[in-house]
C-alpha cells in the first residue's frame, strides 16, 4: 500500500483493501496497506506451472531466448526524445512497447520514462531503474521525489537514475474504472458484513468495481501483466544502451525485478529486492500470510503503545491481545455508529485501513495514537481518515490516482483469484482470524475482489530459479507486515544467486530506513559488485 509523508519513500505491498493485495515503496507517509497478490508470472509468457497440495508452485519461470526476436526489434532500436520535466536536472521521454508481445503487430503502448543523469566525475556504472512497487506505485514520482535526490550521493554520481511507470500505471496508458465519488463509496464498503444483506452489498461493489475496469480499460486490460512489465523493461535497458540491467525494487517491485531476472539471467546486473515478495504462493497463501505479518506489526505496535502515556488501547500491563480486543471493540461501535471526519464520515473500513496504514512505518506510531485517541475519545475521525487518504491517494478535493485501479488490475491478472465465491471465504475465516484476530476477518472479505474480473488470469505461482544471473540481493525485515520475513527466505532459496540480507526490526522494507548497517551493505553491492556476506544480518 501506499502513502506519501516526507521526503522519505516506504516500500510497501498491499493486503486487504477492497481492491486486493498490492505492494509498493511510497513516501514515508502516513499509511499503506498490503496488496500482496499482486505477483506472480503470466504463464502465456513464462510456460505452465502446476501446483502443489500445500499452495506452492512446482514449476520454475522459464528464460527468454537470447536472440531478440525479429519482430521486437523496432522496439529494442527505438530512440528516446528526452525532455526537461518536474524538478531540475530530471527528464522525460516516452518509450513504446508491443501492447502483447504474442502478437507485437496488434498495437503498441506508450510508456512513461523519466531520469536524472549521473552527478559526479567517477567512472559511469550506467542506469539505475528503480521501482517502489504496489502494484500501481508509480515510479516516475519516486524517482523525482525520493531516488533521485534522496539515495546516497555516491549511488546517484556514479548512475543515471532512471524510471518507468509500468503499463496501466500512472503516466503509462493508466487503467481507469471509477470516479472519485464512486471510488468514495467503493473504498467504504463494509469488508466484515454480519449478515446476507451485507454480504450481498459487498460482493455488488466488487463486481461494479471490475465492471467498470472493464468497460473503461478494455485494450488494456489483458496486457498490464508483470511478466509483460518485466518485459518492457528489458526494452528500456536496451534502448539506454546498457548491457545488463541495474535495478532496486522494493515490495512488489522485487517480483517485478525477480520476473525479469527469471527472464533474462543472462542481462542480470546488480539487482536488490527490498521487501521481497515469494513467486511460489498462490493468492489465498500469500493473503493469509500476510495477514499474519500484519498481526506480527500490530503485536510490535502493541507493546510500544502501552508504554506510551498517550495510548489510547491500554496502558502499562495491558498485553497485546488485550490491546487488539480493545481495538475490534472500536471498530464494532464504528461499524453502528460512523464518527464524523472532516465532513466526511469515518467508517469501520476506512478507520481500519488507516489503523493497517501506520503498520508499514514505525515513525508513523504516533501519529496513529492520536488519530485513536481523537476518534475514541473525541468522536473526531480526521486523523483516521488522513491516513486511509494517503493509502488510497485520495486527494482533498476527492480526486483519487489510478493506483488503486491499476494494482486490482495487475493483481487480478497475475495470479487466480484467493477466492471465488462468498462460501468460500466464510469457510476460511476462522484461519484468517487465527493469524489475525484484529484484521483477519476484513483481509479475507478483500481477498474476494478479484473474483469477478472480467479478464481471465494468465499468471501461476511458481518458483523463479534465474540460472546464471549475477549475485541478486534479496533484503527481508523480521517484523515486515506487508511482505513477511520467511517471503525473503525462500526468494533468497530459490534464485540461483540469492544472496539474503536481514535486518532485524520493524517496518516494511529496509534500505535507506536507518540502519547504517544495511545501507553500507547495499551500497558496497551497487557501487563496487560486492554482495554481502552470505547469511548477514543487520539491527
Known sequence: ??????????????????????????????????????????????????MSSGGTAEAALAALPRATPAALSPYYTQHLSWRSCGAPGFQCATMKAPLDYADPGAGDVRLAVARKKATGKGKPLGSLLVNPGGPGGSAIAYLQQYAGIG?????????????????????????????????DT???????????????????????????????????????STVEAARDMDILRAVLGDPKLNYVGASYGTFLGATYAGLFPHRVGRVVLDGAMDPDLDARKLNLEQ??????????????????????????????????????????TLDAHPVPADHRTLTESLATTGVIAAMYDQATWGQLREALSSAMKNKDGAGLLALSD?????????????????????????????????????????????????????????????????????????????????????????????????????????????????????????YGRGSTCIDSAIDAYLLHGTPPAHGKRCS
Open 291 to 332: 495477514t499474519a505479518g500484519f498481526e506480527t506489526a500490530f503485536q510490535a505496535f502493541a507493546r510500544d503503545c502501552v508504554r506510551q502515556t498517550d495510548c489510547p488501547l491500554g496502558h502499562k500491563g495491558t498485553t497485546p491481545a488485550q490491546v487488539g480486543d480493545h481495538l475490534t471493540a472500536f471498530f464494532r
Open 390 to 510: 494517503s493509502y488510497y491517494e485520495r486527494d482533498a478535493n476527492g480526486h483519487y490516482s489510478n493506483l488503486m485501479m491499476a494494482n486490482a488490475a495487475v493483481n487480478c491478472l497475475d495470479l487466480p483469484p484467493a477466492f471465488t465465491s462468498p462460501e468460500q471465504v466464510e469457510k476460511a475465516l476462522p484461519e484468517f482470524e487465527k493469524a489475525s484476530p484484529v484484521f483477519g476477518a476484513g483481509l479475507a472479505w478483500a481477498s474476494l475482489n478479484c473474483a469477478y474480473w472480467p479478464v481471465k488470469a494468465t499468471g501461476r505461482p511458481h518458483r523463479i530459479e534465474a540460472k546464471g544471473a549475477a549475485p541478486i540481493v534479496v533484503v527481508g525485515t523480521t517484523r515486515d507486515p506487508a511482505t513477511p520475513y520467511p517471503w525473503a527466505q525462500s526468494l533468497a532459496r530459490q534464485l540461483s544467486s540469492g544472496r539474503l540480507l536481514t535486518y532485524v526490526g520493524d517496518g516494511h522494507t529496509a
Open 186 to 224: 467503493f473504498t467504504q464498503s463494509d469488508t466484515t458484513p454480519d449478515d446476507q444483506p451485507e454480504t450481498n452489498a459487498l460482493v455488488g461493489e466488487y463486481k461494479h468495481f471490475a465492471e467498470s475496469c472493464g468497460a473503461h480499460s478494455a485494450r488494456l486490460l489483458r496486457h498490464v
Open 151 to 183: 539515495y546516497p550521493a555516491d549511488v546517484r554520481a556514479r548512475y543515471d537514475m532512471v524510471a518507468m511507470d509500468p503499463r496501466g500505471v500512472a503516466r503509462s496508458e493508466p487503467v481507469a474504472c471509477l470516479s472519485g465519488r464512486q471510488m
Open 1 to 50: 500500500m501506499h502513502t506519501w509523508s516526507s521526503p522519505r519513500w516506504n516500500h510497501r505491498t498491499r493486503t486487504g483493501t477492497r481492491t486486493g493485495p498490492r505492494t509498493r515503496a511510497t513516501a514515508r507517509v502516513t499509511g499503506a496497506l498490503v496488496a500482496a497478490v499482486a505477483l506472480l508470472v503470466s504463464a502465456c509468457s513464462s510456460g505452465s506451472s502446476t
